[in-house]
């Protein structure tokens, strides 16, 4: 199969906050977004994902549960964007579903797990799906991820200078473009994740809007040097986390006893600022283009632009709006597989070589 086609992308990342889905027409050279919505998770299901993203008892079955209501929710989303945009079933290609990752164990016999039936979805929709994208690049020996590196070097390469692109969802992870070759990338560390369980617990808000919380207060120079020096920040590239390490415990382990919230807020934006900005120094790009939920954090951005002294600009500057980037990315994955094109890099992910990723699920 070559050519011109429709893809759905679907994506719930480590924020477990909702699923993101597109419609794109995709081809060789081209990426061309039709359609985009967001949905919510039901609280319920939220909670479910949650407590199975640590070590708990009677995991299978719950994670047997949530699978299977994960494949309803992804389909419920998939015919709504359908029905939005006024596509059949039909003339979709395929969906590339990420799933929601409950576990990340990059290393030896490393391995991850991605929730969200691909059968359920597949057999509701009509739609084959693309699903399982991260093991294979496991396998070769890879971290795998991140993924969306091959995505940003086809839709942000273009620059004749270096380019870094970060996603700032629960993680934050960096793809480095040298003139538009794909040189680098890796996970950073806490992206949103620790801001929004900080938030949410001490102002019942799902998130910090605008990072006026944290921007309104003032920093804990000893709590931001106890954070800096977790041993995941030194280590070399190929690297990626997850909530598996950066969670509510161990923040809880490094608070101090006398820091209000709105100081620890302010601190905790100023981690991931410090260690995306800190990941970036030897790359020493000459422009910042930022995507996911962090992009619509304005104090986070203003503190990278300080940090970096370089431009700070939106993924929707260069052609795709950043809330959409990642679920794009997945629906090009699937394109990528269909296609037979190689979705890894092995420069970002250290896989021993290239390979084309994700199993195919027919209706």
């Known amino acids: 199969m070559s050519g011109d086609g429709l893809y759905i992308g679907l994506m719930t990342g480590t924020s477990v906050d ?22 919510p998770l039901p609280d319920t299901l939220r909670d479910d994902i949650l407590k199975l993203c640590r070590s708990g008892p009677d995991e299978i079955d719950q994670a047997g549960h949530v699978h299977r209501q994960l494949g309803e929710a992804y389909a419920r989303a998939t015919l709504a964007l359908l029905a939005q945009s006024g596509h059949r079933p039909e003339q979709i290609h395929a969906v590339g579903c990420h799933g929601q990752t409950v576990r990340h164990r990059p290393g030896e016999l490393g391995f991850s797990i991605q929730l969200g039936c691909p059968d359920t979805l597949a057999v509701r929709t009509g739609i084959p799906v693309v699903s399982n994208f991260r093991n294979k690049d496991m396998v070769l020996g890879g971290q795998g991820a991140p993924l969306v590196p091959r995505f940003h070097q ?43 369980l900080w938030i949410q617990r001490h102002q019942g808000e799902p998130y910090d809007r605008n990072g006026a919380w944290a921007a309104g207060g ?25 909530r598996e390490h950066f969670n509510a415990d161990w923040l809880q382990q ?19 600022a410090r260690t995306i900005a800190n990941a970036l120094n030897d790359f020493a790009p ?45 629906a090009w994955l699937a394109w990528a597989r269909i296609e037979g094109e190689t979705g890894n890099a092995p420069a970002v992910t250290g896989a021993s070589r290239a390979a084309v990723l994700g199993q195919l699920t027919l209706p």
């Open 18 to 39: 909702g699923i993101d889905a597109v419609l794109a027409c995709i081809g060789k050279r081209d990426f061309q977004l039709l359609a985009h919505q967001g949905f």
């Open 254 to 272: 490094r608070l101090p006893a006398d820091g209000n919230a709105r100081q620890v807020q302010s601190t905790l934006a100023e981690l991931t």
């Open 286 to 330: 000459q422009r910042l283009l930022v995507c996911g939920g962090g992009a619509n954090n304005r104090h986070l951005l203003a503190r990278l632009h300080a940090l970096l002294d370089i431009p700070v600009c939106s993924t929707e500057d260069f052609g795709l709006h950043p809330d959409w980037v990642e679920a794009g990315a997945f």
């Open 154 to 196: 086809r839709l942000f390469g273009a620059a004749a200078q270096r380019v870094a692109v970060v996603n700032i969802g629960g993680m934050a992870n960096v793809t480095l473009l040298d003139e538009g070759k794909l040189i680098g990338g890796f996970d950073t560390g806490p992206g949103n994740v620790l801001m929004d």
């Open 218 to 242: 003032t920093l804990l120079p000893d709590l931001l040097s106890s954070l800096l020096a977790d041993p995941y920040f030194r280590l070399p590239p190929p690297k990626s986390t997850g």
